[in-house]
């Protein structure tokens, strides 16, 4: 059975999606983009400050589900520019410290001209 998750500590979806899914005691988080969960407007300028954003972001989807980031098994990155490689992982590294399996791209773009995207696969004790 399908649980879906609904949390107004992280940023609402901004299409047709949810935050995120359950199943099997696995968590598929949405991708978060650095916006502020009341508001939903972009947080910050730099990649530094819009990763930290979405770290916050990404840190209340794993909360609402009593998971830590230690919990986190999966990650695919997205960045707008890979010059920002370097000062992206920076910040990832002072969250991510379980070291999770990871994926890391550059696009072209991202929704609303955000520096970042990070999406989270995650297990949980639901």
């Known amino acids: 059975m399908l649980k879906y998750v609904e949390t107004k500590q992280a940023p609402a979806a901004i299409g047709p999606y949810s935050q995120g899914i359950i199943v099997n005691g696995m968590a598929f988080f949405s991708g978060q983009v650095p916006l502020s969960p009341e508001t939903g407007e972009v947080v910050g300028t730099t990649i530094k400050e819009q990763t930290e954003q979405v770290m916050k972001n990404i840190q209340a989807l ?32 002072k969250y991510f410290t379980g070291k999770p399996a990871r994926s890391c791209v550059a696009v072209k773009a991202l929704p609303k001209g955000v520096l970042c995207e990070v999406e989270t696969i995650a297990y949980t004790s639901e």
Do not use: H, P, R
């Not at 098994?73 to 000062?87: E, I, N, Q, S």
């Open 62 to 93: 794993l909360e609402s589900q009593n998971a830590k980031f230690t919990d986190v098994v999966k990650t695919t990155c997205f960045l707008a520019d890979m010059g920002d490689f370097a000062a992206f992982n920076e910040i990832y590294a």
